[in-house]
């Protein structure tokens, strides 16, 4: 900060160091894993710590063989994307009501929302699992898209209520005085302006729908429909013993992830504070 | 401000979805906890209020679970704060290494939480485990711990896996909020004389509060809500000293097949929640005005 | 300008997630293909589903299903595997469906109870494969004179040990207490852990079935703890509390075991370190493959005075396969579930996964199995952990023995189970 005074010179060996011993933590664990991967499971023993006595990509090459791997990306893509999609549009829509609506009618409908994301998804597995059933949705892959839309959509309500919240009033009115309707201004003013903090809610919400873990759990039954969290867990099961190949599949897993973290770092962070900071 | 009948419309499909799948199925579970139903008949019977009585004075184990979750919840609110304030003005300056530290520092939290469970699991496994033995290398055998099975130690393991995951998105939230505040209202108090702790006291703090209050309500009710890193990693124990309220709804209900007591205990676990969160928020305006 | 910016920054979003979604949607499609012409080409077939918890027999049902199918064109076979924890929770959900789970195995005890309570079994009785299992291992399925499932397991809930050891050492199972506790020294001073025991998992809750098997013998005596009638606090519990803490204290078990989780028990046990694995007969296979050398054989503690004990082990009948009473195609489950009863088909089932089967007359293959197999003549008890009726005072139980080695003294533990018991039955 060039506006404090400067720092001594102990205090820049200080702050480099904890920033490094974070660092490491973060570092070291993820990379035994990622080379506890390749080893088997006699050398993993043996050599928990260090470099594989030989790379080996047998792991890889078994999870790729046995699993229908590719059929589970598909799935979870399709359940991310639509539930996002979903999930931005109702949101986005309900939030601008509140945003418009004064009084009591925005304060019940807000508080409704804030409060869903207290509920605890323990809680309503089995309601939900019957309501589901009754549905005939069970083990479909669009019965766990409404379930994750309606489970995660107060965390979006909460965020784009919060943007919406330091949007100028005046602007909006202005926009209706000259005689556009709600509709318009919602898609000539609100989306355009609210798109950081939409993309972010985007970014967000499909690390949590991809990593999800219950619903699909709870709802999915056949494996053609399974999401790759679901895999990972019949993965542990399968492999009780085996440490490296449960490792291959946590890396697997975690792939689609961290390789979009990677390409577009900088919007999962924006994700984060959009909406939270402004609100 | 007015508004035409169209927002009606605008409210309705998410609403829609809202209470078929959310709110309906919670008024059930508030309808469930009167019953004795025991997660598959189709017969059970009306109990009054019979469960929330057991809940509040019969049974020891709910308060060891929600004493864990308090203790837990405040291990992980007062470290994953601080923590990722401090590296939020550790790397405010948007420098190349900043960048770099903040991403890294991001980074678990693209992780499933499953997954974290799994890395910890074998690092803090006391008979594989790599922390251990690491702390051996280092010549500190004396720090070496039954990490996840001594029964004193097993919450505060999982507590520093939880801000291990999510201090970096928190540090995030911090870093827009500090670099919202205009730097006039630092050369004022620098001007003024002031050190970097008055300057902290004075400025930082007061500015970043709407920030801070998000952090510690999130982390709160994330920290309540600390299921499946629990559940992959200690499943609760040893001796319950794991046990949180999630964890022992879950284990009542499907362990126990007790569903309509399961139910009173997380209409119990909700009014705990809001509670809390409510007293945060109240805490946290008042130091903002 | 701002919102120029971030357009273009959602456009590159948006489009990276399109691209990926196309390559993921790509790489989906070449390898489903052989998914996809197995369901066109079945026109007419019926689809049953097969739900169980052992994910380690996936590749062996893999190929009995296969044949299965082969012999049964109309029938297709869709197997899901969920651990056994998740397996608790999700199982009765699904099977409440009708659609999952029209051939599903069940624990005996607890699920067994809940699951026969709630009509989910459809009734078996009068099935003439019936006729192929061994008589006296099936009523762990009956209630009320029906039998609604067939245990198709048969486990030994006692620690397994390595021969190998055993010999060098001059050692055999021993017959009593202080016999026990001289074997364990040898094998300390000797170097090795006498008893692999994962304290985090499943260790208590099966360990405490030879542990307390001949120190209280009344096979009722769980019904009268539930209800009051007899309490933990009772001399033979805080005994049995008490050798486990002498086991403990003396360190018998490997060091930290309530941080070890039974893969890695399995583990120290498979490299040979431990010399006994305080689990079951359904850990030796994967002991096998692990350490290919190693010679199995299975022992139990006996707590008492030689003359004074009445059982030599712990056996039960387990992986309990029913049929959903909701199921629509009961016909087709019927005869996949005659199928599995085949002598030869459970034969291969029992080689392929190294489990023992309560199917008469197979023969056993490998030395783990056939020294298994003699223990069916030895007067072993039904698992004691499985007829406590209720889950919360089994969980009350198996934490005593964690308090004991956490330590607390014996009397503690078992008060602070007792108070937790009481709490149950006021309910």
């Excluded at chain 1, 035994?32 to 710590?49: C, E, G, H, R, Y």
């Excluded at chain 1, 945003?99 to 809680?123: C, D, E, K």
């Excluded at chain 2, 702390?135 to 291990?164: C, H, M, R, T």
């Excluded at chain 3, 396969?321 to 489950?333: C, E, I, P, R, T």
Aim: proline fraction near 4%; include cysteine.
């Amino acid at each position: 900060m060039k506006h404090l005074r400067k720092e001594a010179l102990t205090g820049v060996v200080l702050k480099k160091f904890i920033l490094i011993f974070y660092a490491l933590l973060i570092l070291v664990p993820v990379s035994i894993v990622v080379l506890a991967s390749f080893k088997q499971m006699t050398d993993l023993f043996k050599n928990p710590i260090g470099w594989p006595e030989q790379f080996s990509l047998s792991n890889y090459i078994e999870m790729f063989r046995e699993q229908s791997l590719g059929q589970y990306f598909l799935n979870s893509t399709l359940v991310t994307l639509s539930t996002i999609l979903f999930i931005l549009f109702f949101s986005s829509l309900l939030s601008y009501a509140i945003f418009r609506f004064s009084g009591w009618l925005a304060v019940i409908l807000y508080g409704l929302f804030a409060a869903g994301m207290m509920v605890p998804p323990q809680v309503n597995m089995i309601p939900i699992y019957s309501l589901v059933s009754d549905l005939g949705l069970t083990n479909s892959l669009t019965g766990l898209i409404a379930v994750s839309i309606s489970i995660f959509m107060p965390v979006a309500v909460f965020i784009l209520s919060g943007f919406m919240k330091s949007m100028p009033k005046e602007m909006i009115e202005a926009a209706s005085i000259d005689g556009a309707n709600e509709w318009s201004t919602y898609c000539r003013i609100v989306l355009p302006i609210s798109m950081p903090s939409l993309s972010a809610s985007a970014i967000f919400l499909s690390v949590m729908v991809w990593n999800d873990l219950l619903f699909p759990l709870l709802l999915i039954n056949s494996s053609d429909k399974k999401t790759l969290p679901l895999a990972l867990l019949q993965f542990q099961g399968e492999f009780m013993t085996n440490f490296p190949m449960i490792f291959a599949g946590v890396i697997i897993a975690s792939a689609p992830m961290v390789i979009a973290y990677v390409a577009l770092q900088r919007y999962f962070v924006e994700g984060v504070t959009a909406g939270s900071v402004k609100g | 401000m007015k508004h035409s009948k169209t927002l009606y419309l605008f409210v309705l499909p998410g609403l829609f979805m809202y209470l078929l799948f959310f709110v309906y199925p919670t008024l059930n579970g508030l309808v469930l906890s009167f019953t004795d139903w025991e997660g598959i008949s189709s017969h059970w019977n009306w109990v009054g209020f019979d469960n929330y009585k057991r809940m509040l004075f019969n049974d020891d184990i709910f308060q060891t679970a929600l004493t864990n979750n308090l203790k837990f919840m405040l291990v992980v609110v007062i470290f994953q704060t601080s923590i990722s304030l401090i590296f939020a003005i550790l790397l405010l300056k948007n420098s190349k290494s900043n960048v770099f530290f903040r991403a890294l520092y991001f980074f678990p939290t693209i992780i499933s939480s499953i997954s974290v469970a799994f890395i910890w699991a074998f690092v803090f496994n006391p008979n594989v485990g790599v922390l251990n033995l690491l702390l051996g290398k280092a010549g500190l055998e004396a720090l070496a711990q039954n990490w996840l099975g001594d029964p004193k130690l097993a919450i505060y393991s999982i507590a520093f896996v939880k801000v291990w995951a999510h201090a970096g998105q928190m540090m995030v939230i911090f870093v827009a909020g500090l670099q919202s505040i205009p730097e006039e209202l630092y050369e004022a108090v620098y001007l003024d004389g002031a050190t970097n702790w008055q300057a902290f006291k004075n400025v930082t703090w007061p500015m970043i509060a709407p920030a801070a209050t998000i952090v510690v309500a999130y982390t709160t009710i994330q920290s309540f809500k600390a299921f499946d890193l629990i559940f992959a990693m200690t499943g609760g124990g040893p001796i319950y000293s794991t046990e949180i309220l999630s964890t022992y709804i879950y284990h009542t209900a499907f362990q126990g097949s007790e569903f309509g007591y399961a139910a009173a205990q997380s209409m119990g676990f909700m009014v705990i929640i809001a509670l809390i969160t409510m007293g945060q928020f109240k805490l946290l305006k008042g130091r903002s005005s | 300008m701002k919102r120029g910016v971030n357009m273009k920054k959602i456009t590159v979003t948006i489009l990276m997630f399109l691209i990926s979604a196309l390559v993921v949607a790509g790489c989906g499609n070449s390898s489903t293909n052989s998914g996809k012409e197995a369901g066109e080409s079945s026109g007419k077939t019926t689809k049953i589903s097969f739900i169980h918890w052992r994910g380690e027999d996936v590749k062996v049902f893999d190929g009995l299903i296969a044949e299965f199918e082969k012999a049964n064109p109309t029938i297709k076979v869709e197997m899901n595997v969920f651990p056994s924890e998740q397996y608790l929770a999700n199982a009765q959900a699904k099977l409440l469906d009708g659609a999952s789970g029209d051939v599903f195995a069940s624990f005996p005890g607890a699920q067994f109870g809940s699951i026969s309570k709630a009509e989910l079994y459809a009734e078996l009785s009068d099935a003439d494969f019936a006729a192929n299992y061994s008589p006296n291992l099936l009523a762990a399925g009956q209630k009320d004179g029906k039998q609604l499932a067939f245990p198709y397991q048969l486990v030994y809930n006692q620690p397994i040990y390595n021969k190998t050891i055993f010999e060098k050492l001059n050692l055999t199972p021993p017959n009593d207490w202080e016999q026990f506790l001289q074997l364990c020294e040898t094998l300390k001073k000797n170097g090795y852990i006498p008893i692999a025991f994962p304290g985090a998992d499943i260790g208590p809750g099966q360990f405490i079935n030879s542990m307390m098997m001949n120190n209280n013998t009344d096979e009722d005596i769980w019904a009268k703890v539930e209800s009051g009638q007899a309490k933990l606090t009772d001399e033979w519990f805080v005994r049995t509390l008490s050798q486990f803490k002498e086991l403990n204290d003396k360190e018998y078990f490997q060091k930290d075991s309530l941080g070890t989780s039974k893969d890695i028990a399995g583990s120290l046990f498979a490299q040979e370190k431990a010399a006994m694995l305080a689990t079951g007969s359904y850990m030796m296979s994967g002991m096998k493959q692990q350490n290919p050398n190693i010679e199995l054989g299975l022992l139990a503690p006996i707590t008492v005075a030689a003359d004074q004990a009445v059982y030599e082990g712990i056996h039960t009948t387990t992986f309990m396969l029913g049929v959903n009473a909701l199921s629509k195609h009961k016909d087709a489950a019927i005869k996949f579930l005659a199928f599995l009863s085949e002598k030869q088909n459970a034969e291969k089932y029992a080689n392929g996964t190294g489990q023992l089967v309560t199917v008469k007359d197979v023969s056993y293959k490998t030395p783990e199995l056939q020294h298994s197999a003699t223990w069916m003549d030895k007067k072993t008890r039904f698992q004691p952990r499985y007829l406590i009726a209720n889950a919360a005072n089994e969980k009350a139980v198996t934490t005593s023995v964690q308090a004991v080695i956490a330590g607390k003294t014996a009397e503690e533990a078992a008060k602070n189970a007792q108070a937790l018991i009481d709490q149950n039955i006021k309910k």
